[in-house]
């Protein structure tokens, strides 16, 4: 597996019959992450845009981006939408939707699973944004799709998210890679909305990220394999595969990046071990109850 894997769709990132709509888009990446930002809205946020937001759609629950684009109804994609008519979402929703649109256009892009250190100061806060490679430098850089200027001036976000500082969207490997060094406290990251945290949630993360690198960009209450239930001790075992997972995952340097020889690594370890490998049927830990991924999600 190498770098050029990420100009290929895949089940989740595939747009399908929506193909000759995205094509009209523009290219660059400006642009592509305005059309998101026009067609969908967090679940969560409905407030700062004057509206409420059903809380029953089942809009967070899909999987592959051509479903959420399907939401957002018949004009054009480049149209925004009125922040009521926009399809409800979450960050990972944001980041999968941006890499599929990316893809689309021949721009190589993947969305990375970890914790946000820009929403609640001292906090490692759950989130997904999108990594872009770069068609002129080639470096990978990072971009939070979510993020509009709406937001910005609401949550005092002042970086530049068009290209997020490592130190500030920290994937999971390198939560996991500071928490078993001792810089990162495991009781600071998580959710703080719902007082939820700890080295389990770090854990999760990492399994998610590991299979978004892989193509399957599951959804961020999947749950499967090694993942623990929160504040579980987790297992020795677990411990020496979640260090290795994490130093695949950046290439082992905090702030990284997976090489060729990282991604076929973790790509054997999917098809080998069953606590990594990502199964036909997952459970959704918002439904509570099992679920099946769509057909071709299934890994090994």
């Not at 597996?1 to 595939?14: K, N």
């Not at 979510?146 to 994937?171: E, N, S, Y």
């Not at 939820?196 to 998610?208: P, Y």
């Amino acid at each position: 597996m190498s770098d050029d894997a990420f100009l290929l769709p895949g089940v989740m990132t595939d747009v399908g019959p929506l193909a000759d709509r995205v094509a009209a888009i523009p290219d660059d990446l400006p642009s592509i992450v305005a059309a998101v930002q026009g067609l969908l809205i967090h679940e969560f946020l409905g407030p700062l845009y004057d509206i409420e937001i059903d809380q029953g759609s089942d809009a967070v629950n899909l999987h592959r981006a051509a479903d959420i684009l399907a939401l957002a109804g018949d004009a054009p994609l480049t149209e925004p939408r009125d922040p009521s008519d926009r399809v409800p979402s979450n960050c990972r929703q944001f980041s999968v939707v941006t890499t599929a649109i990316l893809r689309a256009h021949g721009i190589a892009a993947r969305a990375r699973c970890g914790f946000g250190a820009y929403f609640n100061p001292g906090y490692l806060e759950d989130h997904w944004v999108a990594e872009v490679r770069s068609p002129t430098t080639g470096r990978w850089h990072l971009v939070d799709a979510q993020i509009d200027d709406v937001q910005r001036r609401a949550m005092g976000i002042d970086l530049d998210t068009m290209d997020v500082p490592r130190d500030r969207f920290v994937v999971a490997g390198d939560a996991w890679l500071g928490f078993r060094a001792g810089t990162v406290d495991p009781d600071r990251c998580g959710l703080s909305v719902i007082d939820e945290h700890g080295d389990w949630w770090i854990a999760q993360n990492l399994l998610r990220d590991v299979a978004s690198l892989l193509g399957v960009e599951t959804r961020p209450w999947d749950v499967w394999g090694a993942m623990r239930e929160p504040g579980d001790p987790i297992p020795p075992t677990d411990v020496d595969l979640f260090d290795h997972l994490a130093a695949l995952t950046v290439g082992g340097a905090i702030g990284g990046h997976p090489s060729d020889e990282d991604l076929a690594a973790l790509a054997a370890s999917a098809t080998t071990d069953p606590r990594v490998r990502v199964p036909a049927e997952v459970f959704n830990a918002s439904r509570h109850r099992m679920e099946h991924l769509p057909e071709g999600a299934a890994q090994g």
